[in-house]
């Protein structure tokens, strides 16, 4: 098993900036791609951004600019850098993998975090 772990989230004035944190922990094998989705209410979840082991980048238009995507591949860890925001930004933000687990291998799956929430409002 891979267990996410977010933190960051919280509550930010528009223009403001949070960074948000996700830890991959347990049997890891590799994790090709790490990055993060948000679902806001009444809407489906989306892709932020995503970043793979080599570093290239997929990210939303809407957060091109403004947010930046990095990974520790070391620590598991991937990093979302979230700037001038604003209230459309508001969601719960989720971490995702994307990789193998050592008992095995040869099967890829994808992980889930719990979710952070991001509160953009004055």
């Known amino acids: 098993q891979v267990q996410l772990v977010e933190s960051g989230g919280g509550l930010v004035q528009p223009g403001g900036s949070l960074r948000l944190s996700c830890a991959a922990s347990?049997?890891?094998?590799?994790?090709?791609?790490m990055g993060w989705y948000r679902q806001a209410p009444g809407k489906q979840r989306e892709l932020v951004a995503v970043?793979?082991?080599?570093?290239?980048?997929n990210s939303a238009d809407s957060v091109k600019g403004r947010f930046s995507i990095s990974r520790d591949n070391v620590k598991n860890t991937v990093y979302l850098q979230m700037d001038s925001l604003n209230p459309e930004d508001t969601a719960v933000y989720y971490c995702?993998?994307?990789?193998?687990?050592?008992?095995?291998?040869?099967?890829?799956?994808?992980?889930w975090g719990q979710g952070t929430q991001v509160t953009v409002s004055s």
């Open positions: 347990g049997s890891i094998f590799s994790l090709s791609n």
């Open positions: 995702y993998a994307r990789g193998r687990e050592r008992i095995s291998v040869l099967t890829i799956k994808e992980y």
């Open positions: 970043i793979t082991t080599g570093g290239s980048i």
